[in-house]
T-cell receptor, first 112, second 110 residues
Framework: QKEVEQNSGPLSVPEGAIASLNCTYS??????FFWYRQYSGKSPELIMS????GDKEDGRFTAQLNKASQYVSLLIRDSQPSDSATYLC????????????FGKGTTLSVSS | NAGVTQTPKFQVLKTGQSMTLQCAQD?????MYWYRQDPGMGLRLIYY???????DKGEVPNGYNVSRLNKREFSLRLESAAPSQTSVYFC?????????FGPGTRLTVL
């Protein structure tokens, strides 16, 4: 049973719109939550981390965490074609020490 | 700082051959990891090492062995490669919850 679930997409939004990416996780003991961006043929890069309930904003990115619902989301405001990539949700679990467990990723396409 | 480096970048093996994927980090991180990434499957944890001298199995450890040679280096060995091990392999290291990935090794097993 996959512990982190994401819609695979593709999610298509026009340039300038808000892109909303969602993720659910199964381990209630998870403490740390991350969003990674991965361009085709490249390695994942960290864009946001969140550890407590609520919103965390960084530039055009906002991460939202609801531990009661076991739900994490990423909002990208003013989406740009350069945001087109696969976005990976990752969480830490009690079963794997500090290792991250990843969802399968959501592919975002921003059209100009 | 080079960050996390991996060698080789590409490799083609025949079924049954063995090989070792090398990984090194220069960030003085305690924790290191090996993931594989397959189309439609996302990143899956193979093995991890919380500190020098310790290793633990992840989600998909079968067919692999690892060695944490020292704090910098964490190698992944395929003793008898199978076509199902065709994948992109990422090494990573972390400190304080932030995980940094190497550039990946694209492995094909024929």
């Amino acid at each position: 049973q996959k512990e982190v679930e994401q819609n695979s997409g593709p999610l298509s939004v026009p340039e300038g719109a808000i892109a909303s990416l969602n993720c659910t996780y199964s381990d209630r003991g998870s403490q740390s939550f991350f969003w990674y961006r991965q361009y085709s043929g490249k390695s994942p890069e960290l864009i946001m981390s969140i550890y407590s309930n609520g919103d965390k904003e960084d530039g055009r990115f906002t991460a939202q965490l609801n531990k009661a619902s076991q739900y994490v989301s990423l909002l990208i405001r003013d989406s740009q074609p350069s945001d087109s990539a696969t976005y990976l949700c990752a969480v830490t679990t009690n079963q794997a020490g500090t290792a991250l467990i990843f969802g399968k990723g959501t592919t975002l396409s921003v059209s100009s | 700082n080079a960050g996390v480096t991996q060698t080789p970048k590409f490799q083609v093996l025949k079924t049954g051959q063995s090989m070792t994927l090398q990984c090194a980090q220069d960030m003085n991180h305690n924790s290191m990891y090996w993931y594989r990434q397959d189309p439609g499957m996302g990143l899956r944890l193979i093995y991890y090492s919380a500190s020098e001298g310790t290793t633990d199995k992840g989600e998909v450890p079968n067919g692999y062995n690892v060695s944490r040679l020292n704090k910098r280096e964490f190698s992944l060995r395929l003793e008898s490669a199978a076509p199902s091990q065709t994948s992109v392999y990422f090494c990573a290291s972390s400190e304080g919850g932030r995980v940094f990935f190497g550039p990946g090794t694209r492995l094909t097993v024929l």
